[in-house]
Structure formats: C-alpha cells, structure tokens
Antibody
Framework: QVQLQESGPGLVKPSQTLSLTCTVS??????????WSWIRQHPGKGLEWIGY???????YYNPSLKSRVTISVDTSKNQFSLKLSSVTAADTAVYYC???????????????WGRGTLVTVSS | QSALTQPASVSGSPGQSITISCTGT?????????VSWYQQHPGKAPKLMIY???NRPSGVSNRFSGSKSGNTASLTISGLQAEDEADYYC??????????FGGGTKLTVL
C-alpha cells in the first residue's frame, strides 16, 4: 500500500530555510488525481495546512504562509519537498506530508499521512 | 481564514454515543460537501475517519458517522470504546481554495 515518509533536519536556525522531503512508496506520485500536501502541527496545538503540489507541478499555498513557502516535486524519485524560508521559533512544529483527494482545485480531505517529523527552530 | 470552531473537550462512558460539532461559515462548511474528520492519538499522525461529510474510508468502524446542517458539521461516535479516546479534528475546503482545520476536540472515555 502507499506510504509516505518525511525526512530532513530536525533543527534549523532562525532566519534560515527549513527543508523537508516526503518520499512516497508503494505508488506513483505521477498517477494523478492527488494533491501532495504539507501540513504542520505546533506543539500541543491544532493542524495547519501549508499547501500542495500536483504531479504536474501546479501548486497552491496557504495565503498565511505563501510568501515563504515553496513546494516542489521530483517524479523520478517519487518525492515532493517543502522549503520554508526566514523561519522563526513560531515555525517550530511537527511537519506532516499527506496525500489529498477530492475538492475542486484544492484537497477536500487527506487520506494518507506520513508519521511526521519535528522541526525545531533554535540557535 | 479563521479556524473552524470545535468544543475543546467532550466525554462519554463506554457504550454511550457522543457528538462533536464543527462550526464554520457559508464560505467553507456551509458551502461545500468537503468536510472531513480526523482522529489523532498522542504522538501519532492523524487518521482520516470521515470524508465528504458522511463517507467512511475502508476499514473505519461504522460506529463513526458524519453529518452536516447549514454551517455546522458533526461527528458522532456510537458505542464508545476506550480506544476511541483521542483528539478529533474537522477540516473543510474553502471558497478561496484553501483548507481550514478546526482547533481540535479531546475525547475522554470515562
């Protein structure tokens, strides 16, 4: 079955760029029909959708983070990635990659999730 | 986009039924049938329990059901079991093509 796994540094310095990769196994990102997404959860808090990339490369970002977010896809490696620039302590969170479905031009639900990775922003 | 409104906590005894509400606006919950619900146990990733208001993914117990009336969606869990104790989040597609989540509800099984 399809599985997602996040990877990347667990510690990032303030003002630097957070970079994470999600590797998809058991299925192809290029199969179409899904919004490959990033979602984060601040410690002890709720969920926040960051954005998605479609296999074709089209993207959509949460307006609240849009100026700092870039999501890209590498179909040859079956991976998609997140870059969040100019990070502060407020970006400390567990970051999840997820597969989105439904919706119109954004996901209506997320049916598969990675285990999540904690990223701490600290000097 | 403001987060959807959920009660901070609900509780129930084993065997009972509970309902968790999720209130939004006509631009999200009320405007689309793309409301979903997620269960999250401590230290684990969220798990999809209900999608498109009332559909259950394969493998999810039929004790879980969803509905919507106006700008408020609801998740009902019948025949409460100890394993249902978790945090529950609702989510909705929005008119600005965004995705918004609720603040989460902690379910305690007494």
């Amino acid at each position: 079955q399809v599985q997602l796994q996040e990877s990347g540094p667990g510690l990032v310095k303030p003002s630097q760029t957070l970079s994470l990769t999600c590797t998809v196994s058991g299925g192809s990102i290029s199969s179409g029909g899904y919004y490959w997404s990033w979602i984060r959860q601040h410690p002890g808090k709720g969920l926040e959708w960051i954005g998605y990339i479609y296999y074709s490369g089209s993207t959509y970002y949460n307006p609240s983070l849009k100026s700092r977010v870039t999501i890209s896809v590498d179909t040859s490696k079956n991976q998609f990635s997140l870059k969040l620039s100019s990070v502060t302590a407020a970006d400390t969170a567990v970051y999840y990659c997820a597969r989105g479905g439904g919706g119109y031009n954004s996901p209506g639900y997320f049916d598969l999730w990675g285990r999540g990775t904690l990223v701490t922003v600290s000097s | 986009q403001s987060a959807l409104t959920q009660p901070a906590s609900v509780s129930g005894s084993p065997g009972q039924s509970i309902t968790i509400s999720c209130t939004g606006t006509s631009s999200d919950v009320g405007g689309y049938n793309y409301v979903s619900w997620y269960q999250q146990h401590p230290g684990k990733a969220p798990k999809l329990m209900i999608y498109e208001v009332s559909n259950r993914p394969s493998g999810v117990s039929n004790r879980f059901s969803g509905s919507k009336s106006g700008n408020t969606a609801s998740l009902t869990i019948s025949g409460l079991q100890a394993e249902d104790e978790a945090d529950y989040y609702c989510s909705s597609y929005t008119s600005s093509s965004n995705v918004v989540f609720g603040g989460g509800t902690k379910l305690t099984v007494l």
